[in-house]
């Protein structure tokens, strides 16, 4: 059953990609910052939709008091696609850190640049670095909070990955506070995977952290060791 509810919604995602994301590309030039920001909103609520009418999956959030008023530097873990969405909802207005190849993808690439992000040629480390730190004091200077995967790549619920000290970096060099995002989506969205598991997203927001007085490796490893043992509480 439940791969038969992960075909009907990879079904209906693809479409809306290709629906949604060719209704953007012809609106958005258009639209003010702002106005663009709110449009690019809705296919995260359509997602978030589909999710729970076809395969009976919902989320909760812990923390939302958290989240500052302010552009912040997002670290969270990553274990599937749906934190790169919903996430957008949640803590947005945001950009993410990712591979530069999702931005070649005809219309969904096309769609994803609007929404700012920082895409990175992950195979040039420094260069990688370097454009991080760079684009990234632009976007928060901008009233964009940063959102970065310090894994690196989806990581089994159950399992850790020492966290890349990128956002960390970030969050030291732009003395913009740190905010660690924990949750458990690879256990209800695997990745690789077709099949969905209904039930509940579990997100856990921590409190900020203000960089000031801290060098990147001792923000890394706090960052790091916060998000591990709130993902453990989570393990399905």
Known sequence: MNLVRG???????????????IIINLVVPFLSIEKRRKVLRVWPVMIEFLLKAICGIRYQVEG????????????SNHQSSWETIILYKVLGPLCTVLKKELTYIPIFGWTLRWAQPIAIDRSKKATALKEILR?????????????????????????????????????????????????????HWPAHKISKTPGVIRVKIGEPIDPTGMDAKQLNKQLENWINEEKAKLVC
């Open 64 to 75: 939302l008091e958290n989240i500052p008023n302010e552009p912040v530097v997002i670290i």
């Open 135 to 187: 684009q990234g004091k632009n976007r928060l200077a901008a009233g964009l909070s940063v959102m970065i995967f310090p894994e690196g790549t989806r990581v089994n619920p159950k399992d850790t990955k020492p966290h890349m000290p990128g956002g960390a970096m970030l969050s030291v060099k732009a003395n913009a506070k740190a905010l660690p995002v924990a949750h458990n989506s690879g256990c």
């Open 7 to 21: 075909l009907i919604f990879n079904f209906f995602y693809a479409t809306s990609v290709i629906v949604y994301g």
